[in-house]
């Protein structure tokens, strides 16, 4: 038995060793980490000033001062009995502050518009009115495009047919009549563009008065909610 387990021995000790030298080295840096943490506070104490930050890695310092490179960090001053006096937060850079200034401007203009809407209507069915009326202009000029591209649209028709007319009995087509149907196409073309330009205002028009009346309601529904 004893030649069995004679040669595990020395495996067992290597073993041993091993655990017991990582062990060490892990006591060793613990010790090291307070000890400077230590030397830093002693260090601040001494000043009658303590401060505390963090590193980029989120380690904790203590010191009498903050190295120049965390000074925009968030940081602590502390007492001698270890209570936290001051807690300075990381200072605003030129980006943020110009962030916060837009946000403060569009809060103000909001604000503004709100006042005016409130002040503009009694109830949700005067935006409906307000919305007709403004649109009433551009679906009277909407009407007349159609009506004068539909005569038009009628003039080119006759024309192709007196076209269609020739070619049966297989005579030249006269130049004038196609440099006017040519003509006509070209009115049809740019009254085309043109109602397509009324309809976008119109749908734009529709858009915000749509986009009012629910600010509106939101408005009223949230003045409701406050007022006991």
Known sequence: MERLFKPLQQP?????ATISQVATNTLWSLALCLTLCSIQYAQAESTGRIVKWKDE????????????????????????QGITVKHNKPAPTQDNTDALAKIEQAKSEQSKKDKALLGAF???????????RN?????????????????????????????????????EIPSELKADIADEQAQIESLDEKIAARNTAIGATRKRFEEDKKRYLLLKSQHSKETP
């Open 135 to 171: 649109i009433q202009l551009d679906k009277i000029a909407l009407e007349n495009l159609q009506q004068e591209k539909a005569n038009h649209q009628k003039s080119i028709d006759t024309k192709k047919a007196m076209v269609a007319s020739f070619q049966k009995r297989k005579k």
């Open 122 to 132: 009694t109830n949700a069915n005067e935006i409906d009115l307000a919305l007709e």
């Open 57 to 80: 890695k989120g380690v904790t310092h203590y010191g009498d001062s903050i190295p120049t490179q965390y000074i925009n960090r968030e940081n602590s001053l502390i007492n001698r």
């Open 12 to 16: 067992i000790s290597l073993a041993s």
